[in-house]
């Protein structure tokens, strides 16, 4: 698995855990909205992680492998 897609995917994740935990807070005034807000985002994270680590990077391979 290449390092710095997994760390950008990280990153990237944040901005989405932020921003939307704040518009969830201030639309529902709930903390447990806030935090299934935040389960979603981190079980969508680790679905992208596991899925990259699973599939070929060369499409060419993916093909010929079917």
Do not use: Q
């Amino acid at each position: 698995m290449d390092w710095a897609w997994r760390f950008g995917m990280t990153v990237f994740s944040g901005v989405p855990a932020i921003i939307g935990g704040g518009i969830t807070y201030g639309l529902t005034e709930s903390y447990p909205a806030v935090i299934a807000w935040e389960i979603l985002v981190v079980v969508l994270l680790i679905t992208a992680l596991v899925k990259r680590g699973t599939t070929p990077k060369d499409p060419a391979a993916a093909h010929h492998a079917h």
